[in-house]
């Protein structure tokens, strides 16, 4: 195929650019480098709040011009710190969605992410103390429910099988949220525009390009919109068969550097990039 002009590149980063250990290895590192310096244009887009997208992404964060944090509920300039666009939740809305689900699922524990950092009530704390949850509540910040909007709303259960719970979850709060689970031991509620498929049209229309031009990494249901939308989506090995049905190719697994391998074989093949790190005009 012919990729389009410039060529976009939206990654998850848990089990898609990071490795078991949560780092971007040195090779990968390296394989980013090379393909920015053939002028590919990166994001990383994360279930993850922005103080810890930045923390994982470390060395290779200059590399990144954008970052959708929170499934895309908030989008950053890297270069800046400047927040682009946000799709809130406000508390109105948490307090309601809450009681809801607390009613259906009792042991539930439910955290929030907000401007300052991240809060839960007790429940959650108390299940995240059995470890098996992504997120890093702050003791000083524990409350039935968040006082001020928030980014993202999870809901954590024992067992910390998450995906059990989307469906029900969807229809008992209706269609104005986004609903998923990233595999991070919780489920996550955000505003219906909040996700990385529309995040990734907004960071494209700002580069005078669109979704056609972008070519996705994941490997996790918040990932399969956008691994729809986007002009190349790309499953990861290590996902399983519902993330791989949604995408256009499957790359190496994150163990195997996989989104720089895929990467660099596509833009070889369309003479954008070649070994020893000469130019391009080089290879021809």
């Not at 930045?54 to 890297?78: E, R």
């Not at 607390?102 to 009530?121: I, L, M, S, T, V």
Request: proline fraction near 5%.
């Amino acid at each position: 195929m012919s990729l389009r002009l410039p060529i976009l590149v939206v990654t998850d980063l848990d089990g898609t650019l990071l490795n078991e250990h949560g780092q971007v290895s040195s090779r990968l590192q390296d394989m980013l480098g090379r393909a920015n310096n053939a002028g590919v244009l990166f994001a990383a887009a994360s279930a993850r709040p922005l103080r810890l997208a930045k923390q994982v992404l470390g060395p290779v964060l200059p590399l990144f011009s954008a970052l959708f944090v929170s499934n895309g509920a908030q989008i950053v300039d890297t270069a800046t710190c400047q927040v682009i666009h946000s799709e809130l939740l406000d508390e109105g809305q948490c307090a309601g969605i809450i009681a809801m689900l607390k009613n259906r699922y009792p042991q539930a524990g439910f955290g929030w992410e907000d401007r300052e950092g991240f809060g839960c009530d007790q429940a959650f704390w108390d299940l995240r103390a059995h470890g098996g949850i992504l997120r890093d509540p702050d003791p000083q910040r524990i409350s039935s429910v968040p006082n001020a909007p928030v980014l993202e709303l999870v809901m954590a259960t024992p067992g910390y099988q998450a995906d059990r719970y989307i469906d029900g979850c969807h229809e008992l709060i209706g269609g104005d949220f986004t609903v998923t689970d990233s595999s991070g031991g919780v489920m996550e509620i955000s505003n219906a525009h909040a996700n990385k498929a529309h995040a990734s049209q907004i960071w494209a229309k700002s580069l005078g390009a669109g979704l056609g031009n972008v070519i996705a990494f994941g490997d996790g249901l918040n990932d399969v919109p956008l691994l729809r939308a986007a002009g190349m989506g790309v499953a990861m090995a290590n996902a399983d068969e519902r993330i791989k049905a949604a995408a256009d190719a499957i790359a190496p697994s994150n163990q195997q550097n996989g989104v720089g391998v895929f990467l660099a074989d596509l833009l070889r093949d369309e003479g954008l990039l070649c070994d020893h790190d000469h130019a391009p005009a080089d290879c021809r």
